[in-house]
């Protein structure tokens, strides 16, 4: 079984960009994320989504031929969304936010029980905090968590605000203030180095990053383009049993201009999943 997920951050809920209120993006990114034709979108700062009984997200997840999995809340007003392909991925069997007050953004975790896996797949929807690499440790610790709630096969993905472990340099000299405070080590010395403090954790959770795994196997820089203006800050991870189930890494990029990030997308061979070991959370 074939899986395709993509993560794209839609910029205040897809109506505006930055400080410009009065142009609606809405159709560049469905435009963006049709033709990928994802079983699962992750959807960060989907501001808006969450009122009305999810009456945004239903109508953005029509349109790519997909249900809403669930909304996040979220204490600063840019929730993430999860959308899936019920005809794919059958039933939703949890969705997950009681952990949302340790998170400034959105998190959720939506699962599936499926006949190829001998427990749940996981997928952890998060927006880090740009704020602090402290406080966002704490959130990617949640987020590990969390996901491995029903198991090993555990799949995260959104916009992590951090430097990936394996990456282009930063360009420091387009960076915001804010920015190169939490996402450089010694921003204001001569040689200031991307903080990869929330990378690491991720990994050292027993997490992947597609792009990177992809990249090692290839060679090929164009796996590693940034997202943001800056930098790679928007990921798809898997856990080690799902390392070798990573088939390909797309960015999204088409059309222009459709968010203020770039989007990703991966796809995975379930067949590829190693099983040997379905351990249970304790």
Same mark, same amino acid.
Request: glycine share 8%; charged share 20%; net charge negative.
């Given at each position: ?5 993509? &993560? ?50 239903? @109508? ?17 007003? &840019?929730?993430?969304? &999860?959308?899936?392909? @019920? ?16 998170v400034n953004h959105g ?102 990053? &597609?792009?990177?795994?992809?990249h090692m196997r290839t ?51 379930l067949a590829r999943t ?9």
């Open positions: 079984m074939e899986l395709t997920i993509a &993560v794209q951050n839609i910029s205040h809920g897809g109506r505006r960009i930055n400080d410009d209120a009065t142009r609606n993006r809405w159709n560049d990114l469905i435009a963006r994320l049709a033709p990928v034709e994802a079983d699962i979108v992750i959807l960060n700062e989907a501001t808006g989504f969450e009122l009305d009984g999810w009456e945004k997200a239903h @109508q953005f997840a029509s349109e790519l031929g997909l249900i809403v999995a669930g909304v996040t809340p979220s204490k600063s007003d &840019v929730p993430t969304a &999860v959308l899936y392909r @019920q005809e794919r991925l059958g039933p939703l069997r949890a969705w997950d936010t009681k952990h949302q007050h340790l998190f959720g975790v939506a699962s599936w029980d499926l006949a190829c896996l001998p427990a749940p797949l996981q997928l952890g929807a998060i927006h880090i905090t740009p704020f602090s690499p402290v406080q966002a440790v704490i959130e990617v610790q949640t987020l590990v968590c969390r996901a491995y709630r029903s198991g090993p096969y555990a799949i995260v993905g959104g916009d992590f605000n951090f430097p990936p472990l394996r990456g282009k340099h930063p360009d420091i000299a387009n960076m915001l203030p804010f920015n190169k405070m939490n996402r450089l080590i010694d921003p204001r010395g001569t040689d200031p180095q991307p903080n990869k403090v929330v990378a690491q954790t991720l990994y050292d959770g027993g997490f992947h990053d &597609v792009a990177a795994e992809l060679g090929d820089d164009a796996l590693l383009a940034y997202t943001g203006k800056t930098d790679r800050i928007d990921w798809i991870a898997v856990s080690q049993p799902l390392r070798d189930a990573i088939v390909s890494y797309t960015l999204l990029d088409q059309p222009r201009g459709a968010s203020d990030h770039e989007g990703v997308a991966c796809v995975l061979n190693d099983v040997s070991d379905p351990w249970a959370y304790r």
